[in-house]
C-alpha cells in the first residue's frame, strides 16, 4: 500500500494493520461489561475498503461482524475457529451485490480474498471492536 486509493482519500481511510483502508464511523453509546470485566460499545461501525488485486491477512476477532457491502464486492474465507486458520476446510462469504450482508462468528479466522475490482463494505462489530480483542496471522 504506498498511496491511498482516491476513495480512501475522500472517506479519510487510514491502512488497517490486516490490509486494506478502514474508518471507525460510529460506535454505540451504550455499553456492556464482557464476563472477564472489560468494557466495549454494544457496537462499533467501520467502513473498510479493498483495492482491486489485494487481500488481507488471516485474523480473527471475539465479537461477531455482520458485513455490509456498499460498492463492489469481496469474498471473506472463513477458516474455523481452532488454534490456526484451516486453509484446506475454510468456507466461503461473498458479500455483494445479491448477496446483501454476511456474518462472521465470533472467534472464527478469516480473510478476504483478492478481488478484480475495489470494494468497499461496512463492518458492524457486537460487542464493540477493540484491537485487544484482534489477534493477526
Sequence with gaps: ??????????LDLQPHPEGG???QTWASPVSVSLPDGRVRPTATLIYFLLPAGESSA???VTSDEIW??????VTVELGGAGPAPDEDGCTALV???GSGQGLVPAGV???TVVSDDDALVSCLVS??????DFELV
Aim: proline share 12%; charged share 20%.
Design 1 to 10: 500500500m504506498d498511496a491511498r486509493p482516491p476513495l480512501a482519500v475522500q
Design 21 to 23: 483502508w478502514y474508518r
Design 58 to 60: 488471516w485474523h480473527r
Design 68 to 73: 455490509l457491502a456498499h460498492e463492489g464486492s
Design 95 to 97: 458479500v455483494g451485490p
Design 109 to 111: 479466522w478469516q480473510r
Design 127 to 132: 460487542p464493540g471492536f477493540d484491537f485487544a
